[in-house]
T-cell receptor, first 110, second 110 residues
Framework: DVKVTQSSRYLVKRTGEKVFLECVQD?????MFWYRQDPGLGLRLIYF???????EKGDIPEGYSVSREKKERFSLILESASTNQTSMYLC?????????FGPGTRLTVL | GQNIDQPTEMTATEGAIVQINCTYQTSGFNGLFWYQQHAGEAPTFLSY????GLEEKGRFSSFLSRSKGYSYLLLKELQMKDSASYLCALPSGGYNKLIFGAGTRLAVHP
């Protein structure tokens, strides 16, 4: 079974804090993705990575950065959290075709 | 560009049949995915259609018409546990990226 894990299920941060969200997959997948999910807007792609140290912007990269130093680990960084970044963050990995999702991190920025 | 439309909400009765529609526009078709997402949980893969017609998988079936830009998910013998959001998704560019519809929230009542 493919397993994708995320570092926290719930997180509360203050405006201006630096936030790290971590995602780990155990199936040696090349491709990893970070999405945010908001009511009525569906899943929107923030960044993705197709190999170690390789990253590409998705549809809404502003205010975010990513890091992929090891194949199994893909981190999402909010350099200075803002209230409009309150959302559900979902990580996914994919060998080919379908994507496998982690359980999500519900981030609240106060 | 690509665009996906799904109804926002549907309700159905336990034991009944429900059809969830998805219409799409895309410049190059490479298949269509359906995912199920229970509230507060990660999306999980349901089906992938690349050829026209109906594919049956237990109580769930998925239909595709490429010429009409149309797909539907058919859920039979509805159970309370089928209450969830159903997401339609298209491959978008390389690296197994997906673009998701906003999802259809299905409520099954006794």
């Amino acid at each position: 079974d493919v397993k994708v894990t995320q570092s926290s299920r719930y997180l509360v941060k203050r405006t201006g804090e630096k936030v790290f969200l971590e995602c780990v997959q155990d199936m040696d997948h090349e491709n990893m993705f970070w999405y945010r999910q908001d009511p009525g807007l569906g899943l929107r792609l923030i960044y993705f990575s197709y190999d170690v140290k390789m990253k590409e912007k998705g549809d809404i990269p502003e205010g975010y950065s990513v890091s992929r130093e090891k194949k199994e680990r893909f981190s999402l960084i909010l350099e200075s959290a803002s209230t409009n970044q309150t959302s559900m963050y979902l990580c996914a990995s994919s060998p080919r075709g379908t994507q496998y999702f982690g359980p999500g991190t519900r981030l609240t920025v106060l | 560009g690509q665009n996906i439309d799904q109804p926002t909400e549907m309700t159905a009765t336990e034991g009944a049949i429900v059809q969830i529609n998805c219409t799409y526009q895309t410049s190059g078709f490479n298949g269509l995915f359906w995912y199920q997402q229970h509230a507060g949980e990660a999306p999980t893969f349901l089906s992938y259609n690349v050829l026209d017609g109906l594919e049956e998988k237990g109580r769930f079936s998925s239909f595709l018409s490429r010429s009409k830009g149309y797909s539907y998910l058919l859920l039979k013998e509805l159970q309370m546990k089928d209450s969830a959001s159903y997401l339609c998704a298209l491959p978008s560019g390389g690296y197994n990226k997906l673009i998701f519809g906003a999802g259809t929230r299905l409520a099954v009542h006794p």
